[in-house]
């Protein structure tokens, strides 16, 4: 063999400040536009006009700031859970599914109280009854995980299905609204079980998001649970030798993740659809996997990038309404997130050459 | 030179007298209007239909904009607004399950206007919900059929069993009962609007069944190519399926949103729009039927001719009492009839009817 340069992709020893990974992440965003606009010239398109409708889909009023801001509420949780799980290594592809249990959780609630239930009442049940219902639908896998060790990636992800069928089942069944003419919908859950508007049409969904956030982040920093994750994550060996109850770690670590995708659906039900429908969700759950992944699980990073996620989505809706091609409007969104990727990839990990041959491992 | 300056000067006093006129020949080109849909414009039915209707106001001289695939959750709201900041004046949103979204943008911009998927469940005073009497069309495929089984048996692949199906289904076997009481109609449930393997397979089932004719409420055409494989007469639904299989499609039922989208446009334009519900039918083109397969006998052309006259003019109502559920339950007594609302919820299955509603 001829001496071609290989290069291999190793982890950066050194963690690198704040200051700099955000450099990264905007060097990234840079990336992503410039490319961006590159296919938009090579397929015809104004790029001006592109890029005038992302932003103005996405930011560019009270109303595209509000959408914007209710999307990210359920990737934002989501992808919280996501991250929680990870701290110990914990691959959580159940989101999408734990989303649904969850807003069928919240509507079983808001569909059966009493129409004239307190909000005092209604709202804290509907949205702990979507909480356990996540929970316990990320139990079964996390059971499965600690007691027989099935892999997680593979019964969360199947887990999905189900949940999704079981919502399909309900609303076109036992939970029909039979006002909608046997379309797919239950009927609107109690007014006592929806969630307020913040301001514009803002829902209070966004103060739960933050406050989940700022937990996370307090259970990093100051509580056992928190420390225990994130060594037996980092150092599964030492972590064993330490003592600590593995099987309690992933029920811990599943089922968080569990409750906080079940909060994001119990939310969607009291605060966006307001009842329980099929094609409820666009994928929140597999969005979320990137953002925590593009966030690197940080809880502040997470909110800062659900929001572009969610501004990125709605700005799409607005590249049609401005005229670009679907196909194209959907290959820009890709074009972007991919840049964005790839610059945090390589805030991690370094490219180094190696001499060929060597790379036999 | 001093020539052409002149005939500069005549050209450049000639442009702007052009462009002074344009906005009087423009006039009837302000209006903008946009269209939501739930699924992507090749899907060569339901979405495809409203996106030809959406050429047809455009070259009528309407601004036209769509967004494909918007799921029926909050996305309805962004999009909508986002299209009245681009100053459109009229939203088509083209799915059932967006009434409770449109409503609310609906009611907070009461100078615009938005047209929605019947039966209402979110009304608002500029909203006007449309859909058409498919049901009439498949009453007259039905007769069709009734006139073309020799083994008096036909299948009917069915998506889900929403009122609109069920209705199609019923008038269809009312259509070919008339014709040839002894006709049993054995429906089957894909359950589904897109599963081109399970409408093919439910095609192919019921041949082996016995049925000579497989009719069918399925957004593609796969029923019929299966059908057409087996050797049996296929009536097609949505659009002219003819196409897929030349020699076995009897006809079939054709939606076209033309008319109805037209109508608007001119609604708003004269300002007689009026909210509520509409329904074209075969009166207006909204509903018809796909070319007779040359097979189909003359005095069964005619039949179907005159019946299609007789419903326009009112003078046919196949939905006139008594009538029978396949349960044995008089669901129209005699002397009675049905209207919208009460096809709006249909239940039941009329006699003759070969198999059940899934729960």
New interface residues.
């Given amino acids: 063999m001829i001496g071609i340069p290989s290069f291999r992709l190793e982890p950066r020893l050194e963690a690198g400040r704040p200051s700099g990974q955000a450099l990264q992440v905007l060097s990234g965003a840079v990336l992503a536009f410039v490319l961006g606009a590159l296919f938009l010239i090579v397929t015809g398109e104004d790029v001006l006009v592109a890029y005038g409708a992302l932003l103005?889909?996405s930011f560019?009023?009270v109303?595209?700031l509000s959408?914007t801001l209710?999307?990210a509420v359920p990737i934002g949780l989501c992808a919280l859970g996501i991250a929680f799980a990870y701290r110990a290594r914990l691959w959580n592809i159940g989101a999408e599914g734990q989303l649904y249990m969850g807003a069928f959780g919240a509507a079983g609630v808001g569909l059966h109280l009493p129409a004239d239930t307190s909000a005092v009442i209604a709202l804290p049940l509907a949205l702990a009854a979507g909480m356990l219902a996540g929970a316990a639908w990320a139990l079964v896998a996390a059971l499965l995980k600690a007691y027989r060790g099935v892999n997680e990636i593979l019964t969360t992800l199947m887990l999905n299905y189900i949940a999704i069928l079981w919502v399909g089942y309900l609303v076109n069944?036992p939970w029909s609204d039979p006002?909608?003419?046997?379309?797919p919908?239950s009927a609107?859950v109690i007014p006592g079980a929806q969630i307020g508007k913040l301001f514009f049409?803002v829902h209070a969904g966004l103060v739960v998001l933050c406050l989940m956030a700022v937990l996370l982040i307090v259970i990093d920093r100051s509580s056992r649970i928190g420390y225990e994750l994130r060594l037996a994550g980092d150092a599964p060996r030492a972590a064993l030798y330490g003592g600590i109850n593995q099987r309690k770690l992933v029920l811990i670590g599943l089922g968080g993740a569990g409750l906080l995708a079940g909060l994001a659906g119990a939310i969607e039900i009291s605060g966006?659809?307001?009842?329980l429908?099929s094609?409820?969700?666009?994928g929140y759950g597999f969005m979320a996997i990137l953002v925590a992944w593009i966030a690197q699980g940080r809880p502040l990073a997470i909110l800062l990038a659900s929001v572009l996620y969610a501004a990125l989505l709605?700005g799409g809706?607005?590249l049609?309404?401005?005229?670009v091609p679907?196909a194209i409007g959907t290959i820009l969104q890709a074009v972007l997130l991919l840049s964005v990727f790839a610059a945090t990839t390589f805030g991690t990990y370094r490219l180094r050459r190696v001499p060929t041959g060597s790379l036999a491992t | 030179m001093k020539e052409t300056k002149h005939q500069l000067l005549r050209a450049v006093l000639l442009a702007g007298a052009a462009v002074l006129a344009f906005p009087l020949t423009a006039a009837a080109q302000d209006l903008k209007a946009?269209m939501i849909y739930v699924g992507?414009v090749g899907d060569a039915g339901w979405t495809y239909r409203h996106d030809v209707a959406r050429q047809c106001i455009e070259e009528q001289g309407v601004e036209t904009?769509?967004?494909?695939?918007?799921?029926?959750?909050?996305?309805v709201?962004?999009?909508q607004?986002?299209?009245l900041?681009?100053g459109y004046d009229m939203i088509f949103a083209t799915a059932?399950?967006y009434q409770?979204f449109t409503q609310q943008v609906a009611q907070a911009n009461p100078d615009k206007h938005f047209f929605g998927i019947t039966?209402t469940?979110a009304p608002a005073d500029n909203i006007l919900n449309f859909y058409g009497k498919l049901w009439d069309g498949r009453y007259l495929t039905g007769l069709v059929a009734g006139a073309m089984t020799e083994s008096n048996k036909i299948g009917f692949v069915a998506a889900?069993?929403?009122?609109t199906v069920i209705a199609g289904l019923n008038a269809f076997t009312l259509g070919a009962r008339a014709v040839n009481p002894d006709v049993t109609v054995e429906v089957v449930w894909t359950l589904s609007w897109y599963d081109p393997a399970a409408e093919k397979q439910a095609a192919t089932a019921l041949v082996e069944g016995g049925a000579d004719v497989i009719a069918q409420h399925q957004d593609t055409p796969s029923a019929v190519i299966g059908a057409s494989e087996k050797g049996a007469w296929a009536i097609g639904s949505e659009s002219d399926m003819t196409a897929f299989a030349p020699e076995r499609v009897l006809t079939g039922t054709v939606w076209d949103w033309c008319p109805f989208y037209s109508k608007a446009v001119e609604m708003v334009r004269d300002g007689s729009f009026a909210p509520g519900e509409f329904y074209g039918g075969l009166d207006d083109g909204t509903v018809s039927l796909a070319p007779l397969n040359s097979a189909v006998p003359a005095d069964v052309a005619t039949q179907v001719k005159d019946a299609q006259a007789a419903i326009i003019a009112g003078e046919l109502d196949y939905w006139a009492g008594p009538i029978v559920s396949n349960e044995g339950n008089e669901v129209v007594a005699a002397g009675a009839t049905l209207g919208i609302a009460d096809i709006?919820?249909m239940?039941w299955l009329v006699e003759g009817v070969s198999g059940s509603l899934p729960?």
């Avoid at chain 2, 904009?65 to 996305?75: G, H, K, Q, R, S």
Wanted: proline fraction near 13%.
């Fill in positions: 103005r889909g560019g009023s109303n595209a959408g209710n999307k069944g006002l909608v003419f046997s379309f919908y609107a049409g966006a659809t307001l009842r429908q094609g409820l969700s666009p709605n809706f607005a049609q309404v401005s005229g679907p | 946009a992507p904009a769509y967004v494909e695939t918007v799921p029926e959750t909050p996305d709201v962004n999009v607004n986002d299209f900041s681009q059932f399950g409770p039966p469940i889900q069993p929403i009122p709006n919820g239940n729960n």
